[in-house]
């Protein structure tokens, strides 16, 4: 599950870093036709400062989204544990009685 979870991470970043180079191009063009448009250095200094506020708001995105994607892994690996030892708890108690415990509570592999 681990091997898995951490795949995903990888797929999450290189489609981020994906999204990123398009969002970059994007804007290149962007800033190649106002400045064929506008000439004057007030309205290029505005421009890039309004690019600068998208690019920020733009990353914190990105990790606002990785973040959230590391927690709700977390919080499935957390649910998996605690299902797991409740059902070994299960499970011993059905051997300290002698019975044979229900086959929901045998180990499996999760290939």
Do not use: C
Not at 4 to 24: I, N, Y
Not at 71 to 99: C, G, H, T, W, Y
């Amino acid at each position: 599950m681990k091997h898995r979870q951490s795949l995903e991470l990888k797929e999450l970043r290189a489609s981020q870093r994906a999204r990123s180079k398009e969002w970059k191009t994007g804007e290149n063009a962007r800033r190649r036709e106002l400045f064929a448009k506008n000439t004057s250095p007030k309205e290029r200094r505005a421009y890039f400062k309004d690019r600068q506020e998208r690019w920020d708001a733009y990353r914190r995105l990105l990790a606002d989204e990785y973040t959230s994607r590391q927690n709700e892994q977390k919080a499935r690996i957390q649910a998996v544990i605690e299902d797991q030892a409740v059902k070994l708890k299960e499970f011993n108690a059905s051997l300290s009685r002698q019975e044979r415990p229900a086959d929901e509570l045998w180990p499996r592999n999760s290939y």
